[in-house]
């Protein structure tokens, strides 16, 4: 089983670099820094230190870098494709917890969650405290499948799951933050093996620049996949 793992990455250059220092040797096949449209050193950073790195011209949003790792990594035959935070939030050592259900029980996506027993989170803003648990609380209600983290992007997709054509991730409205709810979604409402395991997620020091989801617009986007799903408006 071939796995890549793929931080993505927008203006990250204060902390890409301790990202891909985390990895150890022979943790995953290939690691892939997907640059959606950084206009700072970040590119540089993850070439210095012997990363391959594919990018947009722009900034497309993060379910457009998504969605060209993941047909990135088709292309090159990979099984499975990790997808961590580029701005060191999520720990590349936790990688084989995503993978276990793979391997073992045969499962299509791996979610990794912060709120399991024994999980850990940290430096959150309130409003992202508040945010993480209601989304949560409202995806379970339409996905009829209990998810304690549902906007965790430390994940694992086994590949064949996107040979479905009822998922169809070449949509406009998923360039944002939607496309990684509405991956989720559409795995859980089609009856694919869906688990998730205990992961940490822990914020950067705020002077470093901890998030860039703006606090009402990339709420909506990840907020909204739910409805669209959730009444049929979208599939």
Known sequence: ?????????????????????????GLVDKVLVMNDG??????KVARDLGVEVLSHDRQLGVGAAIRTVLRYAQGQGFDVVVILAGNDKDRPTEIPLLIKPIREEGCDLIQGS???SGGASGGMPFYRKLATRIHPWLFSLFAGQRITDSTNGFRAIRLSLLDDPRINLDQEWLDKYELEPFLLF?????????TEVTVTKIYPPKHLGYTKMKPVTGWWSILRPIFLLGFGIKK
């Open 1 to 25: 089983m071939r796995i890549l793992a793929s931080p993505i990455v927008f203006n990250e250059d204060r902390k890409i670099g301790s990202v891909l220092q985390r990895f150890t040797p």
């Open 38 to 43: 950084s206009t700072d050193g970040s590119v």
């Open 114 to 116: 912060r709120y399991l």
């Open 186 to 194: 559409k795995a859980l409402k089609l009856g694919y093996k869906v």
